[in-house]
Structure formats: structure tokens, C-alpha cells
């Protein structure tokens, strides 16, 4: 797997791909299909509470580890992806 940063793109190692939550992709607006994706995208949503939460401890986790990546790279120094951001 790799993690898509505003500082480049990183593998996420073994050990943290298997803590991330399940969720599927967000719906790419410029894709032919999607409002039937949105619409997907958002039943699967709402289908239970767990999925909100997953979805917003994938959405969080994404967030620190661009912020970590940023640093990283203003600092010179290799980034490499954690669980930081996760719980």
C-alpha cells in the first residue's frame, strides 16, 4: 500500500497497513460513475455507526501523517509512515 502525502507518495509498512481501518475510497468527483459511487460511498456510511468512526480515524491518521511527512522533508530527513494519528 502507499500513502498519498502533499509531500510524496510512502509505502506504509506491513504492520500499520493491517491497523488501518476498512473503508473504501472516497468517490473522485471527476469519475464517470459518480453519483452511483457517492451514492455507494454514503449508504455504506451510513449503514452503521462503527464506519463513521473508521472513516474518521483513516481521515485523522492521513492528516498527521501528512503533517509528519512535511516536517520531515523540511527537515531533510527520511519520512516513514507510522501509526501515529491512528487511536
Known sequence: MILTTSSGDFPIPSDVASRLPQVPPVPDPTAPQYKQAK????????????????FERLRRWHLVQNDLAAAARAEGRAFVVTEDGLD
Do not use: E, K
Open 39 to 54: 451514492r455507494a460511498f454514503t449508504d455504506w456510511l451510513d449503514a452503521a455507526p462503527q464506519h463513521a468512526i473508521d
